[in-house]
């Protein structure tokens, strides 16, 4: 009786032993692609690093009012700093589905599929937030600009309207990107344009009604012609 259990209990290990010297190697190739990725993507974030304060990145990222927003939102490293840390760790991840990959078990292979046509949606929903962010502040500038040498009741709130709209609109656009709840995104933005402008609507007309009135008797008062009076008393 003893004979087939010691057999059982020796092919069972035999199993156990080819199966982790089956996956030995593909553990020691993830492994060192995992390593590779590591000091590639900390050597590029010097690079990007270093590339980024030459072309002075952090005073335009200044101009365009990212370092205000980053600093509003407690962040304490520069924009190049961020933008080398987000190269790096993109890099490192790259590196370690590719590792993963070589473990040659099938539910991983499908995650690393995924992956890696998930990559140019991120990169583009990162492209539309930051472009985005770039188009609503200087619109928003230029509103706010043109509004006061019209004169223009409210030019700040205008300016700000502008810079939300836009700002709400490239987000809907990324997350529509990354394929993340499309529908409820679409309606949200929806839901959110049509607050803000019947907000705007009613604080212009209950608030700035005596500013528009105004404005327009200077109109008509500038568009009068000299003679209408005395033609209106013939």
């Known amino acids: 009786m003893n004979a087939p259990f010691t057999?059982?209990?020796?092919?069972?290990?035999?199993?156990?032993?080819?199966?982790?010297?089956?996956?030995?190697p593909g553990l020691l190739a993830a492994l060192l692609v995992l390593a590779?990725?590591?000091?590639?993507?900390?050597?590029?974030?010097?690079?990007?690093?270093?590339?980024?304060?030459?072309?002075?990145?952090?005073?335009?990222?200044?101009?365009?009012?990212?370092?205000?927003?980053?600093?509003?939102?407690?962040?304490?490293?520069p924009p190049s700093a961020l933008a080398a840390a987000a190269v790096f760790w993109l890099l490192f991840l790259t590196f370690a589905m590719a590792g993963l990959a070589a473990l040659e078990i099938q539910v991983v292979r499908d995650l690393v599929s995924s992956f890696f046509l998930y990559i140019p949606r991120l990169i583009?929903?990162?492209?539309?937030?930051?472009?985005?962010?770039?188009?609503?502040n200087f619109l928003s500038r230029a509103v706010l600009l043109a509004a006061v040498n019209a004169a223009v009741p409210f030019p700040r709130a205008a300016a700000l309207v502008v810079k939300l709209l836009i700002t709400i609109l490239a987000f809907a656009m990324a997350l529509e990107q990354l394929q993340?709840?499309?529908?409820?995104?679409?309606?949200?933005?929806?839901?959110?344009?049509?607050?803000?402008?019947?907000?705007?609507?009613?604080?212009?007309?209950?608030?700035?009604?005596?500013?528009?009135?105004?404005?327009?008797?200077?109109?008509?008062?500038?568009?009068?012609?000299p003679g209408d009076d005395t033609m209106s008393h013939l």
């Not at 059982?8 to 982790?20: K, N, S």
């Open 36 to 77: 590779l990725g590591l000091v590639v993507a900390a050597a590029l974030r010097v690079v990007v690093r270093r590339l980024l304060v030459l072309a002075r990145f952090d005073r335009a990222c200044q101009s365009w009012g990212l370092t205000d927003v980053l600093a509003k939102a407690d962040v304490q490293k």
């Open 7 to 24: 057999e059982r209990l020796a092919a069972a290990l035999d199993a156990f032993v080819e199966t982790v010297l089956r996956f030995l």
């Open 180 to 225: 993340i709840a499309g529908n409820i995104v679409l309606a949200a933005f929806i839901i959110t344009f049509g607050s803000v402008m019947l907000g705007l609507g009613l604080a212009l007309g209950l608030g700035g009604k005596d500013v528009v009135r105004q404005l327009l008797e200077r109109q008509l008062k500038d568009t009068k012609k």
């Open 124 to 136: 583009s929903a990162i492209l539309l937030v930051l472009a985005g962010f770039l188009l609503a």
